[in-house]
């Protein structure tokens, strides 16, 4: 699988972005997808995984309630919809593939990375 995240930007605190990550090669709906976060300096973080079908979603504590994850198998996309913003956001968002979902944290499958900046 190969995977293209994209979305990313610069943002005001309070304002909202959405990822998205299209998937080609192997088929999309055999995978749980995910999306991880690394900021400057700090280690790569867990930030929402969804289940094959779409039907369970996990999210980080962080994020949740501002961020939500979805995907659309016809399209072979994932998305991260983010509201209310922080500068604490401020990272680089990968997404990534695998199969089971327990697994997400060593993904089989990465994509390149999409900076998402949000000015205080």
């Known amino acids: 699988v190969q995977l293209q995240a994209s979305g990313g930007g610069l943002v005001q605190a309070g304002g909202s972005l959405r990822l998205s990550c299209a998937a080609s090669?192997?088929?999309?709906?055999?995978?749980?997808m995910g999306w991880f976060r690394q900021a400057p300096g700090k280690e790569r973080e867990f930030v929402a995984a969804?289940?094959?079908?779409?039907?369970?979603?996990y999210y980080a504590d962080s994020v949740k309630g501002r961020f939500t994850i979805s995907r659309d198998n016809a399209k072979n996309t994932m998305y991260l919809q983010m509201v209310s913003l922080k500068p604490e956001d401020t990272a680089v968002y990968y997404c990534?593939?695998?199969?089971?979902?327990?697994?997400?944290?060593?993904?089989?499958?990465w994509g390149q990375g999409t900076l998402v900046t949000v000015s205080s």
């Open positions: 990534a593939a695998a199969f089971p979902i327990a697994t997400m944290s060593q993904a089989q499958y």
């Open positions: 969804i289940s094959r079908s779409g039907g369970t979603t």
């Open positions: 090669g192997r088929t999309f709906s055999s995978y749980a």
